[in-house]
């Protein structure tokens, strides 16, 4: 997204930090940088097909900038505990009780765990894409992009922790995660093999190399398999 990085001070694919906001106040994003998250972000929910993010309609009742903020922290620390103890094992309780709130005040928010695993999993799926979209790029710079992603990971210990333990517990068919997790590996293997094409085609693939594999390989590299 050419837009976003030429607004951002931290360079390619990171939005802007606090300090670099200016007139904006210390929490807010400048409109033009939201304009081209918003474009994002529904480019993302276009392209996989999906409904709107559970994480933004997952409630009936009307939402209030005091409700999301609720809701941000509640996710907040479901990414924690999740990642801590297991989703099997983290209680809507104990998300809760983290948070600071009561029970019957957390499901006012989300009807259930399994909605609010859902909305985590949606909140990471769509900020990656916002910050590391590579739909529409060459396909060097989307596998440039896909490096930059890696180096974000090294740095949100809490959120790969996260994806590493649901991803192992959702091997399970019965897991509320099996079907995000089995749609999100077929759509990455699917993206990379078609940069790996196109970039043969460039005359850039060492002789040899089968894309689909590489793919697959890459994957696995970068989940530590």
Request: a positive charge; one cysteine or more; hydrophobic letters at 35%.
């Amino acid at each position: 997204c050419p837009q976003l990085e030429a607004l951002s001070s931290t360079g390619p694919g990171r939005l802007p930090t606090p300090s670099a906001r200016g007139k904006f106040g210390a929490f807010a994003t400048p409109p033009r940088v939201m304009s081209v998250v918003r474009r994002r972000r529904r480019e993302y929910w276009t392209l996989i097909g999906g409904p709107r993010p559970r994480w933004r309609c997952a409630v009936t009742h009307e939402l209030s900038p005091k409700g999301d903020r609720r809701r941000t922290q509640i996710m907040d620390a479901a990414v924690k505990l999740f990642g801590e103890a297991g989703y099997r094992s983290t209680s809507l309780r104990d998300i809760a009780t983290r948070v600071g709130i009561t029970h019957p005040g957390l499901l006012y928010h989300f009807n259930s765990k399994e909605d609010l695993l859902l909305a985590v999993l949606a909140r990471r799926d769509e900020e990656d894409f916002v910050r590391f979209g590579m739909i529409g790029l060459p396909p060097a710079t989307g596998l440039g992009r896909l490096l930059d992603l890696i180096a974000a990971n090294a740095e949100r210990r809490t959120i790969v922790e996260l994806f590493t333990q649901l991803s192992a517990e959702a091997t399970d068919p019965g897991h509320p995660a099996h079907d995000h997790f089995t749609r999100r590996y077929r759509d990455v293997v699917a993206g990379l093999t078609h940069n790996l094409e196109e970039i043969g085609r460039e005359g850039h693939l060492r002789d040899g190399i089968d894309p689909g594999c590489a793919a697959r390989r890459l994957v696995a590299l970068m989940d530590g398999l």
